[in-house]
């Protein structure tokens, strides 16, 4: 530590006979302009008679800076270099935007599409079991229908359904499903919540709705006959009573003639895809790359809290990393990933990783990154400064270190030639 010290005043030392010889230098300078001026003011005189009160003062003026400069150059280099290494260490240390990187699996998470153009968030779910779904949404399917309890339908062709919840799956269980959910886009805006993946029952779960526009579902049916289940619904085109005790549940078999099933979706829906016997490597495919997202959100709510206390939120995390200005940090599970607003803006890749979560690729913006079990007081942060975007880590700590040897010896330079000063006659 010593001798670190004392190289470091040792160029410190160096450093301040550059200054004085670059004071002498400014000193020449200083002398050759005031000659030269001295022959301009004299020039302008002989010229324009009429501005000479002018130009005296002016030139007044002129030779008593030069005068100040001449005999005060040192101190006032010295002063310019004490700003300059201030303003160095500063940008050092003071928080910038930069951008980061991360990682993570986590059990669920949230987001709001940002893109400008409709994108493409699931691309495709093959032999799934059963797809069910929660909220209000108009059906319409064609094929062929029979059904026990209500056998009105099983001479049409075509069937409208208002219903509140329904589900979709094989008639017969036993043979191998060939429903395919072949596409979800989701419009600007759209909004994604609760996305997860239960291994017990082999469902992926999730909630989405929109602003405007509807997001766009596509569910390929298949050629095997299929059982609809319905509950809570309305069937527009028969016109039933509505004390009709079959209109709380309803199930039926269709044998569909249009293989192609779209649904627009604008209210909140929440879907259960259910796919079995899937080998590891069939999710790798399962959601679209590079999704512009705002308001990403790795935690959820306490469900065994109730409504008429504060609301406990609890981390989703499970693992990962995340890195920022060359440094990185590990994540542990149930912590909390605290970004300052940019934040996330680029889901770059999501899967389903077998018997862990969702991992999720992911980058974006921000000032620092904090990390800690509780959402109110991290333990751990990540800051990128100023010089973080143009200078290696290391580079910027040896800058530090320099600066701030250099600038103690200067200031106490500059307080020792003030004392010497102030004792002159």
């Given amino acids: 530590m010593i001798f670190l010290q004392t190289i470091v005043q040792k160029l410190a030392q160096l450093f301040l006979w550059m200054i004085k010889s670059i004071g002498q230098v400014i000193r020449k300078i200083i002398i050759t302009g005031c000659s030269l001026l001295g022959q301009l003011i004299a020039f302008l005189k002989w010229i324009f008679p009429?501005?000479?009160?002018?130009?005296?003062?002016?030139?007044k003026c002129f030779y008593s800076c030069a005068k100040y400069l001449l005999e005060h150059r040192l101190v006032i280099i010295v002063c310019l270099l004490l700003l300059g290494f201030g303003t160095l260490t500063l940008a050092a240390i003071l928080p910038n935007l930069h951008n980061f990187e991360g990682n993570l699996i986590v059990e669920e998470l949230s987001f709001t599409y940002e893109g400008t153009q409709p994108k493409e968030f699931i691309n495709r779910i093959s032999k799934i079991s059963s797809i069910e779904s929660e909220g209000k949404q108009t059906l319409t399917f064609t094929g062929k229908f029979q059904s026990e309890t209500m056998p009105e339908i099983n001479q049409l062709q075509e069937l409208k359904i208002v219903s509140n919840q329904w589900a979709i799956a094989p008639a017969n269980p036993k043979i191998n499903s060939d429903i395919d959910l072949t596409e979800l886009s989701l419009q600007p805006q759209a909004q994604v919540s609760s996305l997860s993946y239960d291994f017990i029952r082999?469902?992926?779960?999730?909630s989405v709705q929109?602003?405007?526009?509807?997001?766009?579902?596509?569910?390929?049916?298949?050629?095997?006959?299929?059982k609809i289940t319905l509950a809570e619904y309305q069937l527009p085109d028969l016109n039933l009573p509505n004390d009709d005790s079959r209109l709380k549940n309803l199930e039926f078999v269709l044998t569909p003639r249009n293989k192609q099933f779209k649904l627009d979706?604008?209210?909140?829906?929440?879907?259960?895809?259910?796919?079995?016997?899937l080998p590891r490597n069939s999710f790798k495919n399962w959601f679209g790359n590079r999704i512009e997202v705002q308001d990403i959100k790795l935690s959820r709510s306490d469900p065994n809290i109730s409504k008429f206390t504060e609301n406990l939120q609890i981390s989703t995390i499970?693992?990962?990393?995340?890195r920022m200005a060359e440094q990185e940090k590990e994540m542990k599970p149930n912590q909390f990933l605290i970004i300052e607003k940019p934040g996330i803006k680029l889901l770059r890749h999501t899967e389903v990783i077998p018997e862990k979560g969702i991992e999720i690729r992911f980058s974006g913006i921000t000032k620092s990154l904090e990390i800690g079990l509780d959402h109110s007081f991290p333990v751990t942060q990540i800051k990128a400064s100023w010089l973080d975007s143009l200078l290696p880590r290391d580079a910027i700590i040896a800058l530090i270190s320099f600066s701030a040897a250099t600038f103690s010896y200067l200031l106490n330079w500059l307080i020792e030639h003030a004392a010497r000063s102030s004792h002159k006659p």
């Fill in 202 to 206: 082999h469902q992926l779960i999730f």
């Fill in 318 to 322: 499970v693992e990962g990393k995340i």
């Fill in 210 to 226: 929109s602003e405007s526009k509807p997001n766009l579902l596509k569910i390929y049916l298949g050629s095997q006959p299929l």
């Fill in 50 to 59: 009429q501005l000479k009160l002018g130009v005296e003062w002016a030139s």
């Fill in 265 to 277: 979706i604008i209210q909140p829906t929440k879907f259960y895809i259910t796919s079995q016997n």
